[in-house]
């Protein structure tokens, strides 16, 4: 389970709108492929050296905010039931630098590849 796409980008605006002061920031949306709505209550997961550093939720807009992150290599896996999960590896968090990292998820829709009973029908 893949990630159908997601974008990566230094935050240029210098007056976000959640302006906190801190450093080592990121945040992003998280939204449906099919739709383009906002994903709520989405765990995203930070992981450094293989060690679980921060878990947030997306709020009902889909965006996640992370702050005071260590520099480093990061792992982030974004997880909801009835989604597949996303895995961006290889983030870069650097020292006095935010990040913005917007994911599109794709619905886990499982269920639809069972075959129906009209497929063994003669019709």
Known sequence: MGILGFSVA???????????????????????VENKRPVKEVNVTAYLDSKKEKVV????????AFDDLKPGTYKFVFEKIGFKKVVKEKVVIKTDE????????????????????LHFSDL
């Not at 230094?10 to 449906?32: C, E, L, R």
């Not at 939720?57 to 996640?64: A, H, I, K, L, V």
């Open 10 to 32: 230094h935050a240029t605006d210098p007056n976000p709108p959640d302006v906190t002061g801190k450093k080592n920031d990121i945040n992003g949306s998280v939204i449906q």
């Open 57 to 64: 939720s997306s709020d009902e807009t889909g965006n996640y």
């Open 98 to 117: 935010s990040f913005q990292l917007n994911i599109e998820m794709i619905a886990n829709n499982d269920y639809d590849l069972a075959p129906t009973p």
